[in-house]
């Protein structure tokens, strides 16, 4: 319960002047009522005017008994508290709290109040009272020491704020924080441990399959490429289970590096299962994958939830008695039906997409498989140091020689038709682009450009080029349909929302247009660009916006504008924005904090890492307990 924080404080140490007070303020206000009166409008409300150094003031109450409307008469004084908000009369406040007097008041009892996050029938008020109850007769909490305060000592002032020393808050609000990520850490350490101890099947060299992959490939491996690849390749001979993430920028080049491990696992007889989080990027990593291996012999299998029933009986066959080699799907894997006849290797690609208990089915499919996890979301060393303590990491931070760079602009809405024009020109003289909307279909109370409405308007300014349109509301053969069409160059012009985001590779797509790219995060609008500049030709991306913009989106679209440095721009959008879009826009639930913000904790970092390791290995008792304060008691540390 202790660890339940304030999302908020409310300042309560001052009365506000009616004069002085703006719409948005959240303070004490006092005044004198002059008038009251019902208003009938959409909703009957009574309306009680108050006055104080000739300025005023409406409270209104929508749900009001005789009893209220007898006690707020004129002459008599409310002490409200309450946020003031901007109606046609003037400001008023709604539904504030307010306590009515005789004559004017006298002094308000200074406090700070925190304010909780709660759900329905429980109060925020209801809250701070259990917490006072506890802090009165604390548990045992560890005595560690940091940053100036112990763990009670933090707690009490993050929920007993002191008047006189605000500043004190943000303190102990830091070093909750450095507790936290501490508990982490030393919770990713441990998993790593566990999974160092783990026997797995060891995968040693054979029979030099992929040297022949790499003479037949048609480019050669650029230096990141080969020494990632020699790290996973000496993973994968050791007799216990490893984990490694390879981080690469977009088209960096991680899908080759994934099919010399699952060659090397062929070669000793073992099945590699890819996981991609999408039935597009599962279908292209498919072909992919056979276009480089079935030549050496080595079957590969497609199971997807699309399939049809004899179809999946037959791959299930071939999966459970070995013929399929290597498996490549996506949450269809993980059904229990799916059984493996020796599992070796499972490589997940976009590993952020998927959440934890899936990540953990698979490895149930086999005993304990070394892992393989790749990312093209770049993460800042100083984060993934800690976040992702329990893998060995790779970075790929070399790009493909003969790669085009993109050249992004940023254009307001104004110049709309001559963009569209200047798309017709570069489709007829055969070359494909993407027009990319933050919104499927039109909504009243939003002016989000939507792909169905932009895919009519290209249809229509356009006639001359064929305009395809996908999103994640189609089913999955119409998805695959519109890809393949436009892979093949039938489309020239693909309509999409973000679910191009991840993986899609059209060499010709030169163009991409991004609609409303202020409603995107800078890391998506990262991963949707990399989808063009596939190529040797010179490519662009457009990012058309709705003016104004705010000073945030127009800082992050520079940001765009200024580099194609995937791991500069993590950076910025930490700095801008925050970790959610670094860590998957938050849709899978997981590496949530419930105090630590890493944008504004980042330099606690270095700190967390060396403090870990000493108590590992000097310290364990408090180790466990910082763990135990935070995270219960896992099982199966090995098993994520």
């Not at 005993?367 to 093209?376: D, E, G, K, Y």
């Not at 050249?407 to 682009?433: F, K, M």
Request: hydrophobic residues 40%.
């Amino acid at each position: 319960m202790l660890l339940h924080l304030p999302i908020r404080y409310q300042d309560r140490t001052q009365i506000t002047p009616l004069d002085e007070l703006e719409a948005g303020d959240e303070c004490y206000i006092s005044g004198e009522i002059v008038k009251v009166n019902v208003g009938y409008g959409r909703r009957r409300s009574l309306i009680v005017t108050l006055e104080d150094g000739g300025a005023f003031l409406n409270m209104r109450l929508f749900h009001f008994s005789p009893h209220q409307r007898e006690s707020l008469r004129p002459g008599a004084w409310l002490r409200l508290f309450g946020e003031a908000r901007l109606s046609r009369s003037g400001l008023e406040m709604v539904h504030p709290e307010y306590r009515v007097f005789d004559a004017e008041p006298g002094p308000i009892n200074p406090e700070v109040k925190p304010v909780y996050r709660v759900t329905s029938g429980i109060s925020s008020a209801r809250v701070a009272g259990w917490i006072q109850q506890i802090l009165e007769r604390p548990p045992d909490l560890h005595a560690y020491q940091s940053m100036g305060f112990t763990l009670e000592e933090a707690l009490r002032v993050i929920h007993l704020p002191p008047i006189d020393q605000p500043e004190l808050v943000e303190s102990a609000r830091r070093r909750l924080a450095f507790d936290e990520l501490l508990a982490y850490y030393l919770v990713m350490k441990r998993r790593q441990e566990d999974l160092s101890s783990s026997p797995a099947r060891a995968l040693p060299p054979a029979h030099q399959l992929g040297k022949e992959l790499l003479r037949e490939l048609g480019f050669q491996l650029t230096g990141a490429q080969r020494k990632t690849t020699i790290d996973v390749l000496n993973d994968l001979a050791k007799t216990h289970a490893t984990m490694r993430l390879i981080q690469g920028d977009v088209g960096s080049g991680k899908t080759v590096i994934a099919a010399f491990a699952a060659i090397r696992a062929a070669e000793n007889g073992t099945q590699t299962a890819v996981m991609a989080p999408t039935e597009i990027l599962a279908e292209q990593h498919y072909e992919t994958f056979s276009s480089w291996l079935s030549p050496l012999g080595i079957r590969v299998g497609l199971l997807t939830g699309r399939l049809a029933a004899a179809e999946r009986r037959s791959r299930l066959n071939a999966i459970a008695n070995g013929d399929d080699l290597v498996i490549v799907g996506t949450h269809a894997i993980f059904q229990t039906d799916v059984v493996f006849h020796d599992l070796g290797l499972t490589i997940v690609d976009e590993q952020h997409r998927f959440g934890v208990h899936q990540r953990m089915a698979l490895r149930d499919k086999g005993r304990l498989p070394h892992q393989l996890v790749m990312t093209a979301t770049p993460i800042p060393r100083t984060l993934s140091m800690t976040l992702y303590a329990d893998m060995d990491l790779s970075v790929i931070d070399e790009m493909p020689p003969g790669r085009a760079p993109i050249v992004t602009s940023i254009h307001t809405n104004a110049r709309r038709d001559e963009i569209v024009e200047g798309i017709g020109r570069e489709l007829v003289a055969g070359q494909q682009a993407f027009w990319v909307c933050a919104a499927i279909e039109e909504s009243e109370d939003s002016e989000i450009k939507a792909a169905e409405t932009v895919h009519s308007e290209l249809e229509e300014k356009l006639p001359q080029v064929t305009v395809g349109l996908i999103h994640g509301r189609m089913n999955a053969a119409d998805k695959s349909t519109a890809m393949r069409r436009f892979k093949s160059g039938e489309i020239g012009l693909l309509v999409a929302t973000t679910v191009v985001e991840v993986g899609i590779d059209v060499p010709n797509a030169t163009h991409m247009v991004i609609d409303d790219p202020d409603r995107l995060g800078l890391a998506q609008l990262h991963q949707l660009r990399g989808r063009i500049g596939r190529g040797h030709l010179p490519s662009h991306c457009t990012l058309l916006y709705e003016a104004p913009l705010t000073e945030l989106a127009k800082a992050r679209l520079n940001v765009m504008r200024e580099t194609n440095d995937g791991f500069l721009i993590a950076e910025k959008d930490l700095e801008l924005r925050g970790p959610g879009d670094i860590m998957g826009t938050r849709q899978t639930g997981e590496r949530q904090f419930r105090v630590s913000d890493l944008s504004s904790d980042l330099s606690l970092f270095k700190d967390v890492v060396r403090t870990g390791d000493k108590m590992r290995t000097g310290d364990k008792d408090t180790a466990e307990a910082i763990i135990q304060t935070w995270a219960p008691p896992e099982t199966g540390y090995a098993s994520v």
